[in-house]
């Protein structure tokens, strides 16, 4: 199993930077491939941004590219997602989630509210 546990949510205003971190424990974190999701009021959780395994290739969603930026540090067994410029839009809250085929596990998310 692998406990996931965000942090680095707040209050920012539009055009502002926050960078959320998930620490993960209980397994070997490098086996994982990890994503960030968020779900905002009255929506459905949606997918934000996945990296690799040992890093590399990452993916995002449409709505963060170019301000987004997701990392890792598997010494560590931390993620990172640094949001730059952000938007209203971009209030939810914030879910990591660790990956290994149909296993799946979630933190309890943070939440971020951009607001001015």
């Known amino acids: 199993q692998v406990q996931l546990v965000e942090s680095g949510g707040g209050l920012v205003q539009p055009g502002g930077s926050l960078r959320l971190s998930c620490a993960a424990s209980?397994?070997?974190?490098?086996?994982?491939?990890m994503k960030w999701y968020r779900q905002a009021p009255g929506k459905e959780r949606e997918w934000v941004s996945s990296i690799p395994r040992t890093g590399g290739r990452t993916s995002y969603a449409d709505s963060v590219k170019g301000r987004f930026t997701i990392s890792r540090d598997n010494a560590e067994n931390m993620v990172y997602l640094q949001m730059n410029s952000l938007k209203p839009e971009d209030t939810a809250v914030y879910y990591c989630n660790a990956q290994n085929g149909q296993i799946g596990y979630w933190g309890q998310g943070t939440q971020v509210t951009v607001s001015s």
């Open positions: 209980g397994s070997t974190f490098s086996r994982y491939v």
